[in-house]
């Protein structure tokens, strides 16, 4: 009864463990398809946009021509130290290719336009909460935390897999002696 109890455990967690591995698979593969696709993905790290991409969200960013960009346009700009800051256009210059930017929750328009070069492009989609993950791993501590993470899943995939190895051979051993007890 315990054995059958076991091989029940062993059968949910190794569901469960596929489950997750082909969920994370699916989710790498999109992203990689989406970066080479010319979109971007970054987190908000402030609460200046308000409920409709508080902080911790994570963006994806289309790379719209700035030319293209039009007041109401909630966008993505470098500024100083590579810092990526999401806000509202409200102010295209095309003349001197600058963009005016205001975040939604700010009484006023930013300190300083954006030059054409230092738009990233138009926020297509935000996903709440998921943007902390990446502002966790970002820097050194979080790169390591993810190379851990990487390292125990693909550990536990080699470990899977030498399990299932070793139970088929186990089997076909007990089946083989079993058939060699009837033959004799």
Known sequence: MARGKVKIAKGIISGLATLIFTLLAIIGITAIILHLLG???YA???DSMGNIYPSGTLILVDNTS???IVKGDVISVVIE????LTHRAVRNDTENELIYTQGDMNDSEDSAPSTYDNVLGRVVLGIPKIGSIALK????NGRRALIVI????????LISLV???VDRITS???SDERKDKKHL
Request: with cysteine.
């Open 44 to 46: 908000v790290r402030t």
């Open 66 to 68: 700035p030319s293209d």
């Open 150 to 157: 990487v390292c125990v899943l693909l550990a536990y995939v």
């Open 163 to 165: 399990v299932n190895i």
């Open 137 to 140: 791993l970002d820097g050194t």
């Open 81 to 84: 130290d590579d810092v990526v």
């Open 39 to 41: 979109f971007g993905f």
């Open 172 to 174: 076909r051993r007990k």
